[in-house]
């Protein structure tokens, strides 16, 4: 599978070379440098008539796969001579953007950017220069063409119902353990788990699944006594992708687990991380009380979990994890509580456990024709027939069933369903089964295998989610769209549902709009052979374009390069002062920059050095204290983590020269925000402002942010109120306030006498930790009206309801969660005409939760027509809910 994927790059270059004509950047030769870039243009729309039929031909073919990363290497290095162009074509459109400023700012930039004028123009005419070299390259390339005798295919983009999608979609699923309605042949396997989990001793349970032990059992034999905590625990085991975690959630999710015990907790942790103990303990206690202060040391950690299990029945799942590392935490629960434990196949023979069966033929038909045929789309007859060969080649294994199926959804094109039937020859190994699913990959659209393979970056088991992985994408030009007014993060959050519609992404869940996701263990594995010359997991001394740190410790140089686009560390970096100096020496041509719990004090100036740079994140730098001037160099810049730290003193004025920044999220130790610095940023989409405990004024011209769609403040206590400017930003549509001390002093009042002129119309609004919130202000409820989709209420222990103005306001409202808030007593009474109304969470507001009782609450006749409601973690109605 060493696979050479070109197009997406060809597309990329195109579009900067539009780009590059729209801006009509400045060049130092004009006629014979536009001359070339049309050149340039040309010789790259050949390429990519041919380029999906010559990509397929590789997989057969050492002399394309040759030529293509031939072609490969030379469209990379075009990228970075296009990129220098781009960049100094800021100073020209910054001066455009600047025309609000006064006529003092106006002079210095002009004065500035004059300056540097004589040292532009020897820039750009070396880069003309080195343009013509990559065209000639090109060419070269271009010539050998003719001997492979590729055909012209033409590519579209389209969603499921063949249209290019406008709008972002809101996934609302509110927690990844979610039942499954597309389950077979397991009924028997979760009756024969639930019946074991509820017995009340701890006697051998296999006598409890009526199966013999030496087939499908679980056994509390003598031999793993020293295993159990206490005798009751259930092994599930299997090979990768027969549906033990599927099962698992079928369990967990019954209704008679809930009425058993006190307390459920799911727990998924696969892969040996720094830490990893903690993390599962983190994981546990998020579970039960949904908060957690995640900055408590391991030992404080362990007393909460204690505290929260003493006494307490409760039913721990743990998805791939060891069971004993955990076994003194867990004694301190009542006798009767289980646990089952999900292992991969090579743990068959260590203990007897619960083994999962293939699935029938009957059952992977049905499956696949579920996801090859879902919503009743019309196809054509020999493709239902072609479908029911694939299934049967599938084996039973319902990983493989559904990707398949669930990716040829999207083809009516029988030869592409051919090439699948026809190059599935067996499943009985590992190295089978991925290449089946390669055949899967082979027909995903071009923009989708280049953001689906750079998935391999991140560690296996890593949990993704939309921002980062967003930005990712977007530091990298991979995000395209038809629709020029389509925004980057919107075409992001496109991706990832096509992704998620084919089976490739899993397990989502929502917070705010943050919303969590994973990769299987096989796709992932898929992805990161695809990418094998691309990236790596560093442990070797060969060249690639994205380097993962996971083990620091193992790294003691960087191999120098100029082709490495990403560097990210997944664990503190010790020493890490020279070991930063070298990534960014070495690597000039980074677009992504991860170096998050750094322990470095000060970032080298050489930082500025980083002219492609687009994605830098700092978080959890705890002892970073001030920025090096020359980051504001870094005018490309698209994303500036600086979340959690906490002893950075200031964030300066000079990051307003960050004129592309899109997402800013910071700490700092400041009193005051200053003008003219963050309010500048008018390409910013996202702000974060979290753990400025000193802080006392957010920026009054925060209004200049036109642009701006959510801002976040959490923890920090000493702001009271909002400045009025906040009115103006007519883009907001994401509203958080948060406080994990809850000692805030928000009240949320706002001096806004013109109701009227408010121009924000938010979707999602979350109140996290602020006693003194006790009444919707008309501000915000002007916000929200007829737009609010959802919202959050939690650690609100002063507010007594919803507003009090007709409920009506919230007739868009489709989510709510209500959580901490002990005077929240009762819904008001028009809440049935919340029609919009899809999922109601109420959690730790003890007389709210006695009046939504299912039946014999006073507040059922007002919710019941909702689809989904869930009391204290456990779910009492759901459309999917058995």
Not at 150 to 156: A, T
Not at 676 to 687: A, D, E, Q, V
Not at 722 to 735: A, F, H, I, Q
Request: net charge neutral; charged share 30%; proline share 4%.
């Amino acid at each position: 599978m060493d696979e050479q994927l070109v197009f997406p790059i060809v597309e990329i270059l195109l579009r900067k070379l539009q780009s590059l004509h729209k801006q009509n950047v400045p060049l130092g030769q004009l006629d014979v440098d536009n001359i070339e870039l049309e050149k340039l243009e040309t010789t790259l729309s050949s390429f990519k008539a041919v380029l999906l039929d010559a990509e397929k031909q590789q997989l057969h073919n050492n002399d394309v796969r040759g030529w293509l990363k031939k072609l490969k290497d030379a469209c990379y290095d075009a990228e970075d001579a296009l990129d220098e162009l781009e960049i100094e074509a800021l100073p020209n459109r910054q001066l455009k953007m600047e025309q609000s400023r006064s006529i003092t700012r106006k002079v210095c930039d002009f004065i500035s950017c004059s300056s540097k004028s004589f040292a532009s123009l020897r820039f750009t005419i070396n880069s003309s220069k080195q343009i013509k070299k990559i065209r000639e390259r090109l060419a070269g390339i271009e010539d050998e063409l003719s001997k492979f005798g590729f055909k012209d295919r033409v590519h579209h983009r389209h969603d499921i119902n063949g249209n290019v999608p406008k709008e972002r979609e809101i996934i609302t699923h509110s927690s990844f353990v979610v039942a499954s309605d597309d389950v077979f042949e397991r009924d028997g396997d979760k009756e024969n788990i639930i019946k074991a989990l509820m017995q009340n001793d701890d006697s051998d349970l296999s006598g409890n699944l009526g199966v013999r032990p030496e087939e499908n059992n679980i056994n509390s034999s003598k031999e793993n006594d020293d295993l159990d905590v206490h005798g009751n625990n259930i092994y599930i085991s299997g090979p990768s992708g027969i549906g033990k975690t599927t099962l698992a959630k079928l369990v967990y999710n019954d209704k008679r687990i809930d009425e058993t015990f006190d307390i459920k907790m799911w727990v998924c942790c696969r892969q040996m991380y720094f830490e990893l103990e903690k993390e599962i303990i983190i994981d546990m206690i998020y579970s039960v009380i949904g908060r957690i202060e995640n900055t408590l040391k391991i030992d404080q950690l362990q007393r909460v979990l204690q505290d929260i299990l003493k006494g307490k029945k409760y039913l721990l799942v743990l998805d791939e994890f060891d069971l004993t590392k955990l076994k003194s935490l867990l004694s301190v629960g009542a006798k009767e509580s289980k646990t089952i434990a999900i292992e991969s196949f090579e743990y068959y023979n260590e203990r007897k456990t619960y083994r999962l069966n293939w699935l029938s033929k009957e059952s992977s038909l049905s499956l696949f024709m579920r996801y090859a045929f879902k919503q009743g789309k019309e196809k054509n007859p020999r493709l239902r027939e072609i479908g029911d060969e694939i299934a049967i080649k599938c084996a039973g294994r319902p990983l493989v069933v559904k990707i398949l199926g669930s990716i040829l959804y999207f083809s009516t094109d029988e030869e592409d369903w051919i090439y699948v039937r026809d190059n599935i020859n067996s499943l009985e190994t590992i190295s089978e089964t991925l290449f089946v699913l390669k055949l899967g990959y082979d027909l995903l659209p071009p923009y989708l295998k280049q953001c689906f393979v750079c998935c391999s970056v991140f560690p296996q088991y890593h949990g993704f989610n939309n921002i980062t992985l967003i930005q990712f994408w977007m530091a990298h030009g991979l995000l395209q769209s038809d629709d020029k007014n389509e925004e980057p993060e919107s075409i992001g959050m496109r991706y990832i549902n096509e992704l998620r519609c084919r089976c490739l992404f899993q397990d989502f869940e929502q917070n705010f709009d943050f919303i969590t996701f994973k990769m299987h263990e096989l796709v992932h594995r898929l992805a990161g052979i695809i990418a094998k010359n691309e990236r790596i997991i560093m442990d070797s001394r060969k060249q690639y374009r994205h380097i993962s740190v996971k083990y620091v410790d193992d790294v003691k140089t960087f191999l120098g390069s100029k082709m490495t686009r990403s560097i990210l560390f997944f664990e503190m970096i010790s020493s890490s002062h020279s070991l930063i100096i070298s990534c960014i020496s070495m690597h000039p041509n980074l677009r992504v920059l991860d170096l998050r719990n750094s322990d470095t004090e000060v970032l080298p100036e050489s930082i500025g050095n980083l002219k492609h740079l687009r994605y830098l994140n700092l978080t959890k730098t705890i002892k970073i204290k001030r920025l090096p001037k020359s980051i504001f160099n870094l005018t490309s810049l698209e994303t500036l983590l600086l979340g959690g730290c906490k002893e950075l003193e200031e964030l300066p004025r000079d990051i307003r020269h960050l004129v592309n920044l899109r997402m800013l999220v910071f700490s700092s130790k400041q009193r005051r925000l200053l003008e003219n610095g963050i309010g500048c940023l008018t390409s910013l989409r996202r702000l974060g402002i979290s753990s400025c405990y000193h802080l006392e004024n957010l920026f009054e011209d925060i209004g200049c942010l036109q642009s701006l769609r959510t801002l976040i403040i959490g923890d920090c206590p000493k702001i009271v109120c909002l400045p009025p400017s906040v009115k103006d930003l007519s883009s907001l549509e994401n509203l958080m306030f948060s406080d994990r001390e809850t000692n805030a002093k928000w009240f949320l009042k706002m001096d806004m006498p013109v109701l009227q002129s408010i121009k924000p119309h938010l979707r999602m609004l979350c109140i996290d930790g602020l006693p003194e919130f006790n009444e919707f202000p008309q501000w915000l409820l002007q916000c929200s009206a007829n737009t609010l989709q959802w919202l959050a209420i939690k650690n609100c222990p002063n507010l007594e309801g919803l507003p009090s103005e007709p409920l009506q306001i919230l007739k868009s409202l489709e989510v709510l969660e209500i959580s901490k808030c002990p005077k929240f007593s009762s819904f008001p009474e028009d809440m049935q005409g919340l029609t919009a109304m899809r999922e109601l969470k109420v959690r730790d507001c003890p007389d709210l939760s006695k009046r939504c009782k299912w039946d014999t609450g006073e507040d059922w006749p007002k919710i019941n027509h909702i689809p989904r409601i869930e009391l204290d973690g456990k779910v009492i109605k759901s459309s999917d809910y058995n």
